[in-house]
């Protein structure tokens, strides 16, 4: 500057401000062109000019131009807590730093990320004294540095402070301070670590009873650190007893009520129930229906039975009715064998033709019935000269006798007439007709 000044040129005048391009460079005495790189710049001169050189109209002077850049976007992920940054032995704190988390800047712009640029260069201490190193800790800050590069022909816009001069985007942080450090931009941000939260797990656990409620916390804890970021009391509900099949204790009889208990398979406790006695029925199990033809000489025959301990049956037995009248002890017989009742033929004779009802009576229960029916003699003889007459049981047979008694008078009259025949015939032969 002072050279060009000395020989009364200034950068304020054309050639050296254009078209919002600032003037940055080095001046040569041989035309250089084409300058792609800030090394080829850097590299490719013949010659510099000094304090001795003599600025003539005859010397050539070129400058590099930069456009300026006074906006700038960062985006930085915030880092999940537990996840951890370390510096590589003999590394280089801002550059070798692995595991940090990521920044990163529009693609396609006129500037990137210094270094590599899919990691931040560094995260530093909160004091900006020494790189962070260790796992990071949700709830906690950190400061990032991201270091970012112009491209070739731009430059940042410094302030007067030497920070940044233009305005910078941040996403996923807090832009604490800028600087300009040469032709590049030192960005500061602070992070705040979250916690990563772990699937929700019961603690503080009280297990209900069959018939109590029970409870249990509902955490979330941090899977980095552990710390707990929520917790929901709950209250579990009593699921009841988990009872078993009922288990007979004590059988029920015709007299006493029996008993029967069950268990629960979680509380083992027990709850017991009786068994109504058994109710006695007495039914007639054979007879009922049945036929008898007077005459017969054979009995007819009832049996009753007792739905519970049939063989006291015939020990409950009282006595028995035929059409609502008692019977006398000589018209019938019982025995055991549940109960059986024989009505005798000549009880039976003294019935009338047509349906009777005969009732069993107990001490202990109801009182069954049976139905049964008096047939008529039909008065027929059989080839064997003896009336039918057996009960339900017989069938008339062939030429069978209805009635004895009439072919008895058949004979006593055909008798009379042939002693009449007799003594007429006599009285002829004497002469006393």
């Given amino acids: 500057g002072d050279i060009l000044e000395d020989a009364g040129y200034s950068f304020s005048d054309s050639p050296f401000k254009k078209d919002g391009y600032m003037p940055f460079g080095r001046f040569c005495e041989k035309p250089v062109t ?28 070129y400058a590099i ?44 712009g006129n500037y990137s990320l210094g270094g590599n640029e899919d990691v931040l260069p560094a995260i530093w201490g909160q004091e ?16 990032a ?19 940044f001069g233009g305005q910078i985007a941040v996403s996923g942080g807090e832009l604490v301070r800028t600087a300009i450090k040469g032709n590049a931009l030192e960005a500061t941000l602070k992070v705040a ?55 007979v204790t004590k059988e029920a009889t015709d007299t006493e009520d029996g008993e029967e208990t069950r268990t629960c398979a979680r509380c083992h406790e027990t709850e017991t129930r009786p068994i109504p006695h058994l109710v006695v029925e007495y039914r007639n199990t054979s007879g009922d229906g049945s036929t008898w033809k007077k005459g ?5 025959t009832f049996v009753f039975n007792r739905s519970v301990d049939d063989e006291k049956t015939f020990a409950h037995f009282t006595g028995v ?38 009732t069993a009576f107990f001490d202990d229960g109801n009182d069954p ?28 047979k062939t030429g069978d006798t209805e009635d004895p008694l009439l072919w008895f008078t058949i004979l006593c009259v055909s008798l009379f007439a042939l002693f009449n025949c007799v003594r007429i015939k006599r009285k002829t032969k004497t002469g006393l007709l």
């Fill in 128 to 143: 900006f004294t020494d790189c962070y190193e260790g796992d990071f800790v949700g709830g906690e800050e950190y400061f």
């Fill in 321 to 358: 009715q035929v059409d609502g009248k008692d019977l006398d002890a000589a018209d019938y017989t019982a025995e055991s064998g549940s109960l059986i009742v024989n009505l005798k033929p000549a009880y039976l004779e003294t019935l009338s033709a047509g349906k009777h009802t005969l």
């Fill in 369 to 396: 019935s049976a139905e049964f029916t008096i047939l008529k003699n039909t008065q027929n003889k059989n080839t064997s000269g003896k009336a039918s007459g057996t009960g339900a049981a017989d069938s008339p």
């Fill in 34 to 61: 084409d300058f792609t790189s800030y090394g080829e710049m850097n590299t490719s001169y013949d010659g510099k000019l000094e304090a001795s050189t003599a600025v003539n109209d005859s010397m050539d002077i």
């Fill in 193 to 247: 670590v979250v916690h990563d939260p772990a699937d929700p797990v019961n603690e503080n656990v009280a297990l209900p009873g069959c018939t109590d409620a029970g409870s249990h916390d509902e955490v979330v804890r941090c899977k980095g650190c552990g710390a707990e970021l929520s917790s929901t009391a709950v209250e579990d509900a009593a699921p009841g007893h988990d009872w078993s099949e009922w288990i």
């Fill in 296 to 300: 017969s000489t054979n009995a007819l």
């Fill in 65 to 108: 131009m930069l456009k300026t850049i006074d906006s700038a976007e960062l985006a930085i992920e915030t880092p999940a807590c537990g996840t951890s940054t370390e510096v590589p032995e003999g590394g280089r704190a801002r550059t070798d730093q692995t595991n940090p988390p990521a920044v990163s800047v529009p693609g396609g």
């Fill in 145 to 163: 540095v991201a270091m970012l590069e112009p491209a070739f022909g731009y430059g940042f816009a410094a302030g007067t402070d030497g920070s």
